[in-house]
């Protein structure tokens, strides 16, 4: 089965540089989250999209932007890096019910990226 | 404020033996709990979750959790441990009524360790 797709797998960048990220989600998932995983710790939500909108924001800095395309493909734009941004950023995607909160949604993670700021 | 814990950071069992990941829950509602297994280098895969229904849920490579609302906990069990189910497992909550959050808050972790 089609599972979620992230590109690049790695990316190694300067602080101060800008990087983008990107996430396929699996065919007919509507809905879109990005998390962030520093060196061992547990994921961290940082936003997430659903029908192309912005459906929740948690922990993501005023430096790191987001969108959902019309293909249901998201990008994550993460723009003066700094060494803490060094992390491993993993996508997910899930059906959303037409948005209901109530929804039983899964959701399905990708392989991540890992982006070193060096 | 929904918070998932996980009071172990290791678990070590041996082949063949049953083995329990455990994991605690804290949220004013009814919870929405996953439970997810990270191999090194990879992404988090699904095991299972539960919902509503029955208290004992089955999900894949023989996995199985157990709700129990009045301990709010959600343990993580094999009957009989292999040395591929190593990894890294994670716990994780959706607070069904908060209308600002559908994301899934994780807890720390358990690494699961299975000598042959």
């Known amino acids: 089965a089609a599972g979620v797709i992230q590109s690049p797998r790695h990316l190694i960048k300067e602080k101060r540089e800008t990087a983008t990220l990107k996430c396929y989600p699996i065919p007919r998932h509507d809905t879109v989250y990005w998390y962030q995983q520093g060196p061992g710790q547990d994921p961290q939500f940082l936003i997430s999209?659903?029908?192309?909108?912005?459906?929740d924001k948690g922990s993501i800095p005023d430096r790191f932007s987001a969108q959902q395309f019309s293909d249901y493909h998201s990008e994550l734009n993460m723009s003066s890096l700094e060494l803490g941004d060094s992390a491993l950023y993993f996508c997910?995607?899930?059906?959303?019910?037409?948005?209901?909160?109530?929804?039983?949604?899964?959701?399905?993670f990708g392989p991540g990226t890992r982006l070193t700021v060096l | 404020a929904q918070s998932v814990a996980q009071p172990e950071d290791q678990v070590n069992v041996a082949e063949g033996n049953p083995l329990t990941v455990k994991c605690t829950y804290s949220?004013?509602?009814?919870?929405?709990l996953f439970w997810y297994v990270q191999y090194p280098n990879r992404g988090l895969q699904f095991l299972l979750k539960?919902?509503?229904?029955?208290?004992l849920v089955k999900g894949s490579y023989g996995f199985e959790a157990e709700f129990n609302k009045s301990q709010t906990s959600f343990h993580l069990k094999k009957p009989s441990a292999l040395v591929s189910d190593s990894a890294l497992y994670f716990c994780a909550v959706r607070f069904l009524m908060d209308t600002g959050r559908r994301a899934l808050t994780f807890g720390s972790g358990t690494r699961l360790q299975v000598q042959p």
């Open positions: 999209f659903y029908e192309k909108m912005q459906s």
């Open positions: 949220v004013s509602g009814n919870p929405y």
């Open positions: 539960y919902i509503t229904g029955d208290n």
């Open positions: 997910a995607s899930s059906s959303g019910l037409a948005g209901r909160v109530e929804s039983t949604d899964t959701q399905y």
